[in-house]
């Protein structure tokens, strides 16, 4: 039995994919699109039971592939944040699923006071901010009546969406989710290892709605397929997975996963670092009860940068195709592009912050703006990984990258140019996957911690060029026209 499942409840879709660790690779995938819902401006739902459905779909859809009785166990990854509300008895959703997007509790959170603000952060490691899970849970408790009522009835359920996967697969007996989890909700404290009472109390939420949290490679219940139980063991939120996946296992170690908005992680050991530069702390993983912990850094916008030339200005016919289009000019001869389409985040947190292109002049050309915007997600990237060096006095090893921009050679070698490190391009880019499948192997014992870097190969290494003075003047010049979008 060598094969595992990851399942990998994304944002925009879910998936199952199919590996033979013997082999060390993906032998088969299924995937489905998973719809949005926007009320109002700046609310962000799912339809919960969709997501369930169509995990369902493509889990049977894999394991059909080689058998139920080959399948040694199912690992999960998801989108981290986003909150469902459940019957504890019938396991129906209660209302839909408000996403890690939404910012319905903007205003109340920007409302938390100063000394609040301070203990949430000493706490669970997080900045007072809608993105997370706890205002959105007091949101659902006070405005949404059949959470009310089922509360009401001690029978409410509340988690992120790996609770809740696990609730509906294990047929309800499961009630449970994993350290990583339960650390972007803003009600765990990562240091004690427990929903804290005070963060409770603060957000109005009783702990009994909440699931029981433990490490990220527990067994954590049965999925019965075909007569066959098939042990669910290894669960983590999607970049958590991903810094598993990529085997970034040593203090130093950082990953970057450029989607739409761009994640780092880095590896701060055994150590929780509190950032005084914007940074999140938060935890990486756990193996067991012995827990690692991490700096994280969220950019915005990255890929959906690239995605505004070509679906608004018309710019690419593919994002492909910004690769040679970059390359084809020396430089962005003095153009520079900041982007804060929906704001900044780390390490600045400033939502008020809107996009910027400077320095056009009569010979700016097209290749000029695609070569810009596409540095200015290199730069984004240093920002993470200068503040987090300097909170952690750690030197930063190295990065290896995931994600759909990792594909994109100029892109690579600009950001290891810009760092003044190597970026570690893996043959294996579905690297949350593959952390949910490495996750669910320590679990059941099929391999060991030691075997983690074997399943990761690199498929090329971006080394960063020896003028380090020239791109770090670009960078602060870079700076200055972030500056100008502060300005507000």
Known sequence: ???????????????????????????????????????????????????????????????????????????????RESVVFWDRVTGEPACNAIIWQCRRTSAFCDAIPADIRAMIREKSGLHADAYFSASKIRWGLENVPRVQELQRQGRLCVGTVDAYLLFKLTEGRTFATDYTNA??????????????????????????????????????????IGGEKIPIAGVAGDQQAALVGQACIGCGDGKITYGTGLFM?????????????????????????????????????????????????????????????????????????????????APFWRGDARGLLCGITRGTGRAHIVRAVLESIAYSARDLAESMQKDSGIELNGIRCDGGASANSFLMQFQADVLGVNIDRPVERESTALGAVLLCALSLGIIGEEELSSFRTCERLFRPSENWEHFDRLYRQYRKAVERTLLR
Request: glycine share 10%; net charge negative; proline share 3%.
């Open 1 to 79: 039995m060598s094969y595992i499942i990851a399942l990998d409840a994304g944002t925009t879709s879910v998936r199952a994919m199919l590996y033979d660790t013997e082999k060390k690779k993906f032998i088969a995938s299924a995937q489905q699109e998973v719809g949005q819902i926007f009320p109002q401006p700046g609310w962000v739902e799912q339809d919960a039971d969709e997501i369930y459905f169509k995990i369902a779909y493509v889990l049977n859809s894999c394991v059909t592939k080689v058998g139920a009785e080959h399948i040694a166990g199912i690992g999960i990854a998801n989108q």
């Open 183 to 224: 650390s972007r909700t803003m009600l765990f404290n990562i240091n004690s290892l427990k929903w804290d009472e005070t963060l409770l109390s603060y957000f109005g939420v009783p702990a009994d709605i909440l699931p029981e949290v433990r490490p990220c490679t527990a067994r954590m219940g049965e999925v019965q």
């Open 265 to 345: 992680l880095f590896n701060t050991g055994e150590k929780c670092i509190r950032s005084d530069s914007g940074m999140l702390a938060t935890i990486g993983y756990s193996f067991g009860n012995r827990v690692t912990y991490a700096l994280e850094g969220s950019v915005f916008n990255a890929g959906s940068s690239v995605q505004w030339l070509r679906d608004e200005l018309g710019f690419l016919n593919s994002s492909a195709e910004s690769e040679a289009i970059a390359a084809s000019v020396p430089d962005t001869g003095g153009v520079f592009f900041v982007p804060a389409f929906t704001g900044l985040g």
